[in-house]
């Protein structure tokens, strides 16, 4: 909803983040943003030169928002006071614009690729501004190790923030939870709960699901040819379309590779948990070892999942809700306490957190273990 008192531009920035949030970028056009004020699509270039425009605004408002909480914790004395302080600044950023937030960790990759080192630059920045603040915590830490740390809690907030549970429930726990992602103690990364020691040798379709994959994360699901995948496979297009018969169904068959991995590892630390908890403790570890290990799948599918066909989105969320109310099993009898909304609300955070623990990782060593670790403290928190 529109905040009453904006002017016209300001409102285009909130409905163009509301939309990009919800659908994704691609999949949104001048003509719906425009509708959502009241102008027709081309009335919107009076006020924005492109829609590339609007999202670079949306991001570089976000980014500009965290850093400010940033830096106003470090004019706070004391040890506890910086990190109390840059939590409670970041969930009135998180609540006061959910939709720009969530869309600049959604769509972020697409305005960097596209402003050259200006958002790049202030994002830097503004991550090593959260950066000294949680090296007050864990001086033992790395900056990678610290920045991946930031990444997991922001998108947690994120996801919290957008969702619908009542503000006057929501913040407190949107505190308890950020809080107990930056202060969970660094423990030792623990393997994944499965043997995953021995793999076959990648096939011809994988190694194209794998192509497209790191092309699809680079330039967007759209900005990627048949030809381009083919070629970057080293193979000619008409090879390609022996092993698919499109573009979209390479996307759609690596979501389900990756897909049925996620559900035999859980379905597997289900049955071999002596209790609720450990339970809980596998769950995290298998789910983080499978997104740690599938990252450019994990980014594609997060910003780019309107460019899914509309046949397949049924059962491919059917597959998502399966996964996520095993969860919620799971942690309601870890936490019996929690209503079902509260319960919700954290798993929707613990996915979020563990995608974007892995999307930020240090890429010379599997830190997934970690992160599943920030994933049961913010479950307990």
Not at 166 to 178: F, H, K, Q, Y
Not at 316 to 338: D, K, M, N, Y
């Amino acid at each position: 909803m529109i905040e009453a008192g904006l002017d016209r531009r300001a409102q285009l920035l909130e409905v163009a983040a509301e939309l990009f949030a919800e659908r994704g970028f691609a999949a949104v056009g001048i003509d719906d943003i425009g509708a959502g004020v009241g102008l027709t699509g081309p009335a919107l270039y009076g006020y924005f030169p492109n829609k590339a425009e609007i999202l670079a605004d949306i991001v570089s408002d976000s980014i500009e928002r965290l850093k400010q909480a940033a830096a106003y914790a470090s004019e706070m004395t004391g040890f506890d006071a910086p990190v109390g302080h840059v939590i409670r600044q970041a969930v009135e950023v998180a609540l006061d614009r959910p939709a720009r937030l969530a869309t600049y960790l959604r769509e972020r990759q697409r305005v960097l690729d596209d402003s050259g080192t200006t958002v790049a630059n202030a994002e830097s920045a503004m991550r090593q501004a959260w950066i000294e603040v949680l090296r007050t915590l864990h001086p033992a830490l790395s900056d990678e190790e610290l920045r991946m740390r930031q990444a997991a809690a922001i998108g947690a907030l994120s996801a919290g923030a957008y969702e619908g549970t009542p503000s006057n429930r929501r913040t407190p726990m949107l505190m308890r939870a950020v809080i107990a992602v930056v202060l969970s103690p660094n423990s030792p990364s623990h393997g994944p709960p499965v043997n995953h020691a021995w793999r076959p040798a990648p096939s011809r379709r994988d190694h194209i699901m794998t192509t497209a994959l790191r092309l699809f994360r680079e330039r967007g699901y759209d900005g990627v040819g048949v030809d381009e995948i083919a070629a970057k496979a080293s193979l000619s297009g008409a090879t390609l379309y022996h092993y698919f018969n499109s573009k979209a169904e390479i996307l759609v068959d690596a979501y389900d590779r990756v897909a049925e991995r996620v559900m035999a590892s859980a379905a597997e630390s289900l049955e071999n948990a002596t209790s609720a908890s450990d339970a809980l403790t596998r769950l995290a570890r298998s789910y983080a070892w499978a997104i740690a290990h599938n990252v450019d799948l994990i980014v594609v599918t997060s910003r780019e999942d309107s460019a899914l066909p509309a046949a397949e989105r049924d059962r491919l969320a059917r597959r998502r809700r399966t996964l996520f109310e095993a969860w919620i099993g799971v942690l309601s009898e870890v936490r019996p306490e929690l209503s079902a909304v509260e319960a919700r609300l954290l798993i929707r955070m613990v996915f979020a957190l563990l995608r974007h623990a892995a999307m930020a990782a240090p890429r010379d060593r599997d830190s997934s273990g970690e992160a599943a670790n920030l994933a049961v403290a913010l479950c307990m928190s």
